[in-house]
């Protein structure tokens, strides 16, 4: 069982900046694969990003490549999701998830999430 706690998100200009944490409870997250999804209002949630266990396999959505980079520190059982040069239409809750196996792109493939943390981005 894992344990998901969002953390960072806010009110933000456009092109600014935020960097969401998600903290995972348990021992074993390091062996989880960990991804970042959003919701916007009346939208279905979308991919935004993932990493494999060891941080070798990264993906990112078209929609924020070149400026949003996630990461991990599986010391501190976190996962990071940095984003930068913030559009209004990156408005959404931004959910973080996690699998006990590979790392996917789609939202049914994994078993955990988070409350999710709401992310403004103001024009």
């Given at each position: 069982?894992?344990?998901?706690?969002?953390?960072?998100?806010?009110?933000?200009?456009?092109?600014?900046?935020?960097?969401?944490?998600?903290?995972?409870?348990?021992r074993?997250?390091?062996?989880?694969?960990?991804?970042?999804?959003?919701?916007?209002?009346?939208?279905?949630?979308?991919?935004?990003?993932?990493?494999?266990?060891?941080?070798?396999?990264?993906?990112?959505?078209?929609?924020?490549?070149?400026?949003?980079?996630?990461?991990?520190?599986?010391?501190?059982?976190?996962?990071?999701?940095?984003?930068?040069?913030?559009?209004?239409?990156?408005?959404?809750?931004?959910?973080?998830?996690?699998?006990?196996?590979?790392?996917?792109?789609?939202?049914?493939?994994?078993?955990?999430w988070?409350?999710?943390?709401?992310?403004?981005?103001?024009?």
């Amino acid at each position: 069982q894992v344990q998901l706690v969002e953390s960072g998100g806010g009110l933000v200009q456009a092109g600014g900046s935020l960097r969401l944490s998600c903290a995972a409870s348990g021992r074993t997250f390091s062996s989880y694969a960990m991804g970042w999804f959003r919701q916007a209002p009346g939208k279905e949630r979308e991919f935004v990003a993932a990493i494999s266990w060891s941080g070798g396999s990264i993906y990112l959505a078209d929609s924020v490549k070149g400026r949003f980079t996630i990461s991990r520190d599986n010391a501190k059982n976190t996962v990071y999701l940095q984003m930068n040069s913030l559009k209004p239409e990156d408005t959404a809750v931004y959910y973080c998830a996690a699998r006990n196996s590979k790392v996917a792109v789609t939202t049914f493939r994994y078993d955990y999430w988070g409350q999710g943390t709401q992310v403004t981005v103001s024009s």
